[in-house]
């Protein structure tokens, strides 16, 4: 007893340890971020294209690079979503009696989430150049698209193996088609997992800037047509950090300051449709 009794102390002390290093590591880069990001952030920031002279700390703003990310963002998550979501729902209720193969898909989708961001880029610069693509918000919502679609599909898997299996096998009995199962009864029981899958992808398609590098090009203009070029919140911070002018490199923590109050924004939207269709669940 008295072994057990020690292990559990140890384990216990590991784990308030691990907690409170990972919660301290996230309280300083955040304050960091405001603290540096608040002195330059004004009006003009978030409501400007970029005038003459702006990457010489000139006036002008970073409105092309918040829409351009928006744009490419929303793009990405519902591409992704057309093809994630029945990929996810098809591994759990057409092939839930292949367990082997599935939990090999689950191997491939974690491989291919485990791949660095910027080899998605050179894989969409390399389509690009077959299809005689230019650097486009096009380009840009596929790269990205293509980046999350593993995270997605993983994410909704995890939630939909969640549904009990008798609730299932109740839809099957009662005369219910698979498809009729899978849209009816697996989607309305996992609401609230599939809106943070969904806005977890999104909140990754919106901060990543490796991905985007070689494919959706960089313009001081907010872009009219999908084949357009668009400048992303990520690059523009890569960019002014790059600088040698102080002005613009303190820009650039005003810009990491509204791309991180976006992904928090996301992160509160994501607990709060959660919290309001968990009520609808059927619970056993």
Known sequence: MKLKKTEEIIFKALMYISVSFITASLFLIVFSIFYKGLPSMSWEMVSQTPKGGFYFGKEGGILNAIIGSLYLSIGATILAMLFGIPIALFMNVYLRKYNRFVNGIRFFLDLLWGIPSIVYGAF???????????TSLLAGIITVSIFILP???????????TVPVGLFEASL????TRSETAFRVFIRQTIPG???????????????AASVLFTTGYTDHIPTSIMQPTATLPLAIFFQLGSPIEEVRSRA????????VIILLISVIARVISAKYNKHRIKF
């Open 253 to 260: 923590y005003s810009s990491a300051l509204i791309l991180t």
């Open 151 to 161: 995270i997605m599909v993983r994410a909704l898997d995890e939630v939909l193996k």
């Open 173 to 176: 009995s009662l005369g219910s």
């Open 124 to 134: 969409g610069f390399t389509i690009m150049v077959m299809l005689g693509i230019k």
């Open 194 to 208: 599939l809106a943070t899958a969904i806005l977890l992808s999104f909140g990754r398609a919106i901060g990543d």
